[in-house]
């Protein structure tokens, strides 16, 4: 699955370690997040929409 | 370290230390009793020991429990991966060795004792036991690092 993380990250000049701590993970899961080689769940996902303020599918798109 | 994580340690410690101070109070029963001569010292360790490492597997349940809520969904998934692949992959190590050991020919090998150079049927049994739960460490070990390397590449 790939997402923007990153870019929306950035846009917001976010460490990766702020991002951590908002979604109440390690700095270690945003990184695999970002590299799209972790998936989060449906609850994680959620909560990464609502810290970027936009819809899940803004955010994830399919491969 | 998160909050959550260092409560588990502090908790985790705090239960260990009690216990062992149980402990010494219960060796220091046992000593005071079969010294008057009114029980079996060696009947008596076994039940204290018994009890005791009871409490200790508990309490690692209980912080084990603990400590996996305390950490996040990812970290979670990596612990589960390397239970899974790591621990069967170790205990297909292990299981080939225990299929050898079950031929007749393996009672002419010559086997080493880990526990202090003891040759009796129990210290034999634990020495299978510890090698399987080394081997499955090993795995665990490896998947776990290897999941969590393949996860921070770029």
Redesign the interface.
């Known amino acids: 699955m790939n997402n923007r993380l990153k870019v929306l990250r950035a846009e917001r000049d976010w460490s990766q370690a702020d991002l951590a701590h908002a979604l ?3 700095r ?2 945003v ?3 970002e ?1 799209g ?2 998936d ?2 449906l609850p ?1 996902a959620f909560k990464i929409a609502r810290v970027f303020g936009q819809p899940i599918e803004a955010i994830f798109t399919e491969d | 370290m998160a909050k959550g994580l260092k409560s588990v340690f502090l908790w985790s410690a705090v239960g260990l230390a009690a216990l062992i101070a149980l402990l010494f109070v219960a060796a220091a029963v046992v000593g005071f009793f079969s010294a008057e001569g009114s029980i079996d010292k060696d009947r008596a360790i076994v039940w204290v020991m018994a009890a005791f490492v009871t409490l200790i597997m508990i309490g690692a349940m209980v912080a084990g429990a603990a400590w996996m809520r305390s950490i996040d969904e990812a970290a979670r998934e990596a612990h589960k991966a390397a239970w899974y692949w790591g621990g069967s992959g170790g205990m297909a190590v292990g299981g080939i060795l225990l299929c050898l050991a079950t031929l007749p020919q393996a009672g002419a090998m010559r086997i080493p004792s880990w526990l202090d150079g003891r040759t009796d049927p129990a210290a034999y049994a634990a020495t299978g036991a510890f090698a399987m739960m080394l081997l499955m460490l090993i795995g665990y070990t490896v998947v776990w690092a290897w999941w969590w390397i393949t996860r921070m590449r770029d």
């Open positions: 109440g993970v390690s270690q899961t990184n695999a997040l590299t080689r972790y989060p769940s994680l």
